[in-house]
């Protein structure tokens, strides 16, 4: 059958302009209609836990006082951080409450879980520090659905599975990233070093260290120079302070003057600026700096550190107070100093 020549120049005419208007929009940008995203279906919280809010914006809540953080009750003393697992952000029961939970779980769980909550190395008993339940446990909800289902049985108040629950977040939050033990960010503790005697402090200090230091010289009013006692133990045991004849700059003797021997046996003099196993760099007196592949250890290079005598006076000392008691002493006889 003849197609029909007005019907063929219609039928070419309109599809001419269903291309034409498609170009346009395309070149205006606007897309074709598509059907709205499909949102994922909100997943329930683990029991026991609150859902948590979602975040304000990036990163919010996740260092230091984020808002994710202060909503959870996170705590900001103590080296805590706020935000972050739950471990962080779970307030800590008062003093009392820990210590019944400690006095309860040494009766009734170390037994199996250990003394120190890491269970017995067959596995049989679990690891406390790094279980599910305590970790993801809030106030001892879950705690308590793993008591009553003991084997064997434990018979427990409500109470006691709280505290000993409560105890065993104490220690989970003392724990550092990574998993690493407990103890490495302390909780709710305050480090006293003013334990020493000053009487025995002064004697020990003039016998020990008067040769080079003096409470009337290079140390007068040293007591007034620290925030607190700790950093004054720091200083002195360090020799990290100018105060006490140290240096700032980087470790490996960088900026104390320095002899290199190179391998001919010739002697080279000034302050180092870098030494490793492949590379040592001195600065001359005149300001240059010279540079030196290094093999074997060659060229050697020989520090002459001004605290070497401090060094070598701590060491000693260490080595002869292994109890730390003429430490604490010197300490306390310094803080008095001001």
Not at 163 to 181: K, L, W
Request: aromatic content about 4%.
């Amino acid at each position: 059958m003849k197609a029909h020549p007005r019907l063929t120049a219609a039928a070419i005419v309109l599809a001419g302009a269903a291309m034409t208007g498609l170009v346009l929009a395309q070149g205006t940008g606007t897309p074709p209609a598509q059907a709205p995203p499909q949102t994922p279906p909100a997943q329930a919280p683990p029991a026991g836990q609150t859902p948590t809010p979602p975040a304000a914006g990036r990163g919010a809540g996740a260092g230091p006082g984020g808002a994710a953080g202060a909503a959870q009750g996170g705590r900001a003393g103590g080296g805590q951080r706020r935000g972050g697992f739950t471990q962080y952000t779970r307030p800590i029961a008062s003093a009392d409450v820990l210590a019944r939970g400690k006095a309860l779980y040494d009766t009734n769980c170390a037994s199996c879980h250990a003394i120190d909550l890491r269970g017995t190395v067959d596995g049989k008993n679990p690891n406390l520090l790094r279980s599910g339940v305590a970790l993801r446990d809030q106030q001892g909800e879950l705690v308590a659905a793993a008591v009553a289902s003991h084997k064997p049985a434990l018979t427990m108040t409500a109470a006691d599975t709280v505290a000993i629950a409560e105890y065993i977040h104490s220690v989970h939050a003392t724990m550092g990233g990574q998993g690493s033990p407990p103890g490495r960010n302390p909780t709710n503790v305050t480090l006293n070093v003013l334990v020493g005697d000053v009487k025995a402090g002064e004697a020990t200090f003039a016998a020990r260290c008067g040769a080079c230091h003096s409470v009337t010289g290079n140390l007068a009013k040293i007591g007034s120079k620290f925030a607190d006692a700790r950093a004054l133990q720091n200083g002195w045991v360090s020799g990290s302070s100018t105060t006490f004849g140290g240096r700032g700059g980087g470790g490996g003797g960088a900026g104390l003057p320095a002899t290199i021997t190179l391998a001919n046996g010739s002697k080279l003099d000034g302050n180092l600026v870098r030494q490793d196993d492949f590379l040592v760099i001195l600065r001359l007196a005149d300001g240059t700096r010279r540079s030196f592949a290094r093999t074997n250890g060659v060229p050697s290079v020989e520090v002459k550190d001004p605290r070497a005598g401090h060094v070598n006076a701590i060491v000693k000392l260490g080595h002869e107070d292994t109890t730390s008691k003429m430490m604490h002493d010197i300490t306390a006889y310094l803080w008095t100093v001001k």
